[in-house]
């Protein structure tokens, strides 16, 4: 009997296999439009067929580069200052005023405690050229990232916070895993993955109510 060739394609990888089963997370795809700060790595992140959007307000986003690098990202400069002067008092961080200032203007944070008062000590320009390492998230007590989030989630305290992810295809899922377990042992078990939308499938029930509010939107 002959043997059957498979073509054979690319693969992607379904961001919801990252959902650590050990604990209940009710996850959210939703579509990727730019976050308003300046993006820290380029992500090539994955399709769902979700086509909500990325809050404006009150969102904390955490950006997974390919090599498994972490940075975050707040949309709101009064939370930046907040986060930053509640670190630098419970991680003995040292940071100044003029540091706290550079922070506040910072889209975006991947270095780990020890190299953040010299990162902000720089110019943005100089910023924005620097290579940064990622926030440390080596095992399943969720790192340095355990930390930022907790003083977070004490700023946004009363406000119905949007936390973030955005991962690329190519990241490694004991990172994922790990930066899941910095959100658990915060007891935040609601969280969004950024993706970048694609049509339902022809002939699906998305598919046909999506066909349906095109029809009615033209009438």
Known sequence: ???VKVAKKSTWVDMTAFVDVSFLILTFFILATKF???EPVEVKF???VSADKIPEMDAFLITIDKDGRVFV?????NARKSIAENLTETRNLGLTPANIKSFTNSPSIGVPFAGLKNLLAMEPEQQKNVRQPGIPVPDSTGGELYYWIRDAKSTYAGKKVSWLIKADDATKYPVIKNVLEAFKRNDINKFQLVTKFRDAPIGTPLWNTRQNQIGAGKK
């Open 1 to 3: 009997m002959p043997k």
């Open 36 to 38: 308003k700060p300046d």
């Open 46 to 48: 994955p399709s769902s």
């Open 73 to 77: 990202q707040m949309d709101d400069p």
